[in-house]
């Protein structure tokens, strides 16, 4: 192919034809190409049953013990038992990965019951799944950039980040124009008016790899990539190792580290099990390129708030969106990728 | 069924022994105890708040928890180093060190899993780990190796030693063909313990501190050096305050192995200061912040210094029979190696890994006071499970409690 | 005995890897995966127009390039501009001595004097239309012809999508802003302030 010697990467469109093989010109091997579970996704295949007779076996142990009062007690209100009784359920539920879809819109009924019970406000929450033929990617726009940091602000309101620990998920760094990507000399957290003399801005956040160290690495597989491309994390079903946050090169990943709090009147309702839904202590969480948001075709919090136009999202598989004329027709480059992490998140200058 | 009574007999027996000392033993226990109690009411606290109840931060997201939890991993491997020479090789004198390695290796073991529940941010949700009814990202996640194989491994120490004990108890000679092969297989499996840990931090790209080919064989030789060293300390203590017999040939025979260990373990450090320092790239730059500092964020030094001074001196007095022949010297020795590799293994090793972060941050890591008491009461809870099983297994070996068929 | 097991066990560590290997590695790179399953037409079920709606647009269509942009003229204060200038600029000046001008706030910061003033863009002749420099008519809905006379690499890229900005959402059909949308073609720079947030807790981690 005559495109192997162009010196930048680009994207000739026209070459593009659905081939079997992969690059390297072997054809599938002994494996078939059809997704096939592993081990552990056949045996859970069938979790339900083991996982409800560990409840059974469970609340057995606890109604010895008595401690199950408030779902079990006589004296109690119907909705205090109605809250337990949506705490036993959601403890005792599987990994979202493997649920079926009547699973899916049970536990989504009980989240935003459970708020209801609490706040007395109603939420929507959406369990939708990826599209198809779709694949999310993200262009940054260096030259644009100017520091405002309207992104961030946007990303905390729409994602409920903890406002306490002024949790962010996107970073803007400020750059010495004469020193290049030099992040150790750079500044995050600068004050000043912005753009200084002599600097560039760029921000970072999860780059949604194609090949996420982060996923590889998690015991339980809380966090896992979707099929169009996000990667995204169960916070029902995450343990808060932290191993995931360890693997990431990118500084893509936040903890929680203690309850999150988010004033109710701040509360963004329209939520995604997979998104901004409300997060607990001791687990993880990280941008999801709004997946509220993009599955429903709209951009990300981010995009739609920057005053510079900097910020491109899109579908990678579609010849016509911004994103593909970008990639196709910039110098683009990604972060670190001697790592073969694979980010779907590309940077270019005017 | 007549096992099952046996077991029952020495479970009674084991009752008997350890609610049975002389004062000093009651002091060490209520000491201990009280420091459990204490790191538990600690823990408490940490369940409450959550994780900010400790040092830890978005930028360190790992310290004192899983530094101690790496450090117990190569205590605990580090069994095998006379699991091996005793029962295969025939050699009479470890057979007595053996029954304490192995004890040491479970109270190691247990220890660990202890730390690495402290250190989860859903202790409650640990089930979702559990084969079966949860989900296993196996082979794919090193920690899901790393759970089964420290699980295994405590399986293994626990059944040999049983095994040999309930003979013993009977007054019987154990079989080897029935321990043997459980004895070859524990070999390769404290290998394996310790590599899979290494690999825990030397697959990931993120951290060139870690992703780093000589730290899976640098875990083993300090591993193998930190163990027996414990080992020949708590051997002292027991000749001092037990009947049990260990001929100074023993320690003498450990403390070869410490050594060379020792020898290695420095070998490698210096290949790696070489490696950063040579020809720098901007991957030394955690080592540029552990041994000397960076951008006046010096927290580390005072330790990594200590560390470094006390594993040189000691591994070059070791090296020399006339200073390690003698005993007192040994165990000052000893003693200064295990707090040396505890040192390197622990803070100098996962803290500097995060420092700087991906994006060139600094942010240092000070352990809070909830974190060191957690620390400090999984120790004691080692220790006394420690305890408990040399106990035990002293009593057993010694003859002084047996089997009474009724 | 044991090699045998042991050898046994590693040619099935490696089935397992290699197998997981092609299973995720079927594409090197995401690009290779990008080309190879590039949709051929449109046929996502997911659309922006409901985010369009209320957004009153015209099409552009330049170059093989199809989206749609803001309508312009209907926001504009004080358009059709006929209706003010009914005669020659000279004229409306005698009248306003006393008064304060129309249009007093625009200062025009756009490139040098020598290369751009008002009549630039506007003409006396026609006032409700912009004008190129070769003096054909633009319409005020299609302002981007005049500015992409001099802002040639900009105009490409926005076409394209690297410039500008999308409204809307970023599923088809594209709704895009064109060049006034963001720039104020008076002044068309970006000016400098103050960010939005600053984060007090980053500070306190660093210290």
Redesign the interface.
């Known amino acids: 192919m005559s495109n192997e010697n162009k010196k930048w990467f680009s994207l000739n469109l026209n070459r593009s034809k659905k081939t079997d093989s992969c690059g390297c010109g072997n054809n599938s091997g002994s494996c078939s190409d059809q997704k096939e579970k592993d081990g552990y996704d056949q045996i859970m295949d069938v979790p339900m049953d083991r996982r409800a007779a560990f409840k059974k076996i469970t609340a057995g142990f606890l109604i010895g013990a008595g401690a199950v009062n408030s779902s079990c007690s006589v004296i109690s209100g119907d909705e205090s038992k109605e809250k337990a009784n949506i705490e036993w359920e959601e403890y005792f539920k599987g990994n979202y990965k493997l649920m079926t879809n009547e699973e899916k819109d049970k536990t989504v009924d009980r989240l935003t019951r459970s708020y209801e019970l609490r706040t007395g406000k109603n939420l929507s929450m959406s369990s939708k799944d990826a599209e198809e033929d779709v694949l999310f990617g993200y262009a940054f726009n260096i030259s644009k950039c100017q520091g405002y940091m309207d992104c961030v602000n946007a990303c905390v309101e729409e994602n409920n980040q903890d406002r306490a620990t002024e949790m962010q998920y996107i970073r803007i760094h400020e750059m010495d124009e004469g020193k290049g990507f030099n992040f150790e000399e750079s500044d995050d957290n600068y004050y000043h008016e912005v753009p200084a003399d002599g600097h560039f801005y760029m921000g970072t956040q999860c780059f949604h790899c194609d090949n996420p160290p982060c996923v590889e690495v998690c015991p339980v597989q809380a966090t896992w990539k979707e099929k169009d491309g996000i990667v995204v994390i169960d916070y029902d079903w995450c343990i808060g190792c932290r191993y995931c946050m360890a693997a990431c090169p990118y500084d893509g990943r936040r903890f929680n580290w203690k309850t999150p709090e988010v004033p109710e009147k701040e509360v963004n309702k329209k939520q995604h099990y997979l998104g901004n839904r409300l997060r607990k202590k001791g687990v993880m969480e990280k941008c999801t390129f709004c997946i509220q948001r993009s599955r429903e075709g709209q951009n990300p919090a981010c995009v739609e708030a920057c005053p510079t136009g900097s910020r491109t999202f899109g579908n990678l598989l579609d010849p016509k969106s911004n994103i593909r004329w970008i990639l196709d027709n910039k110098k683009v480059f990604r972060l670190k990728e001697d790592l073969g992490t694979e980010p779907k998140f590309w940077y270019y200058m005017d | 069924m007549k096992t099952l009574k046996v077991f029952r007999s020495l479970v009674k027996d084991a009752m008997l022994e350890v609610t049975h000392g002389n004062r000093a033993y009651h002091i060490w226990m209520a000491v201990l105890s009280f420091i459990m109690l204490f790191g538990m009411y600690n823990y408490s606290i940490q369940l409450d708040?959550?994780?900010?109840a400790t040092g830890?931060?978005?930028?360190v997201?790992?310290g004192l928890y899983i530094s101690n939890f790496t450090f117990l991993v190569g205590v605990a491997a580090a069994a095998v180093m006379l699991v091996l020479p005793a029962y295969v090789l025939k050699n009479v004198d470890f057979k007595q060190a053996v029954l304490i390695g192995e004890g040491l290796a479970v109270a190691a073991l247990l220890m660990c899993l202890a730390f690495?529940v402290a250190?989860?941010?859903?202790?409650?949700?640990?089930?979702?780990?559990i084969?079966?009814?949860?989900?296993?990202?196996?082979?794919?996640?090193?920690?899901?190796w790393d759970?089964i194989v420290l699980n295994g491994y405590l399986f293994i120490n626990i059944t040999i030693p049983l095994y040999i004990l309930m003979m013993r108890y009977q007054g019987k000679t154990p079989n080897p063909k029935v321990y043997i092969p459980g004895v070859?297989l524990s070999v390769?499996w404290a290998v394996g313990i310790h590599m899979v840990t290494a690999f825990?931090?030397q697959?990931?790209?993120?951290?060139p501190f870690w992703n780093n080919a000589l730290l899976g064989p640098r875990f083993l030789a300090s591993a193998f050096a930190a163990g027996p060293a414990l080992i020949i300390i708590v051997l002292a203590i027991i000749r001092k305050f037990t009947s049990f017999k260990v001929p100074d040939t023993t320690i003498k025979k450990i403390s070869m192995i410490v050594t060379v260990a020792a020898q290695i373990n420095l070998i490698m450090l210096i290949s790696e200061l070489f490696k950063e320092f040579y020809a720098p790239t901007?991957h030394s730059?955690s080592a540029v912040y552990l041994f000397f500092g960076l951008n006046g964020k010096t927290a580390l030094l005072p330790w990594i210094w200590t560390s470094i001074s006390l594993n040189v001196i000691a591994t070059i007095a070791l090296t020399f029979h006339k200073i390690r022949n003698n005993l007192k010297i040994l165990y000052v020795l000893c003693g200064m190696l295990f707090v040396a590799i505890w040192i390197e293994k622990g803070f100098g090793l996962i803290v500097p890994?995060?420092i700087?972060?991906?994006?060139?941050?600094?942010?240092e890591y000070t352990p809070t006071f909830v974190e060191i008491s957690v620390t400090l009461g999984i120790w004691a809870m080692g220790a006394f499970i420690f305890t408990i099983l040399a106990k035990t297994g002293i009593a057993v070996e010694l003859g002084q409690r047996v089997y009474k068929k009724k | 005995m044991t090699t045998k097991l042991i050898l046994r066990l590693m040619a099935i560590c490696l089935f397992v890897v290699s197998c997981k290997h092609e299973e995720k590695h079927k594409y090197h790179t995401v690009v290779d995966k990008i080309v190879a399953e590039t949709i051929e037409s449109e046929n996502t079920t997911l659309t922006s127009e409901i985010y369009n709606e209320g957004i009153k647009t015209v099409t552009v269509n330049e170059d093989g390039y199809d989206f749609l942009i803001p309508e312009r003229k209907s926001q504009i204060a004080s358009y059709n501009c006929t209706e003010c200038h009914t005669e020659p600029i000279e004229n409306l000046k005698q009248h306003q001595l006393d008064e304060k001008a129309a249009h007093w706030n625009i200062k025009l910061v756009h490139a040098s004097a020598e290369t751009m003033n008002c009549a630039t863009c506007h003409t006396s002749s026609d006032m409700d239309n912009l004008h190129s420099l070769t003096n054909s008519t633009i319409d005020f809905n299609y302002s981007y012809k005049v500015c992409s006379q001099c802002h040639q690499q900009e105009f490409k890229d926005w076409k394209g999508g690297a410039h500008g900005k999308q409204l809307g959402g970023w599923a088809p059909p594209r709704l895009s802003k064109t060049c006034v949308n963001c720039h104020n073609p008076h002044q068309p720079a970006f000016e400098k302030r103050w960010p939005v947030r600053f984060n007090t807790q980053k500070v306190k981690e660093r210290k």
């Open positions: 708040e959550g994780l900010s830890m931060t978005d930028r997201s790992w690495v250190d989860m941010g859903g202790p409650a949700r640990l089930w979702h780990m084969p079966g009814i949860g989900v296993f990202n196996f082979p794919n996640s090193m920690l899901a759970v070859f390769f825990l931090y697959g990931l790209q993120a951290r901007h730059i890994g995060f700087p972060g991906p994006w060139g941050k600094i942010a």
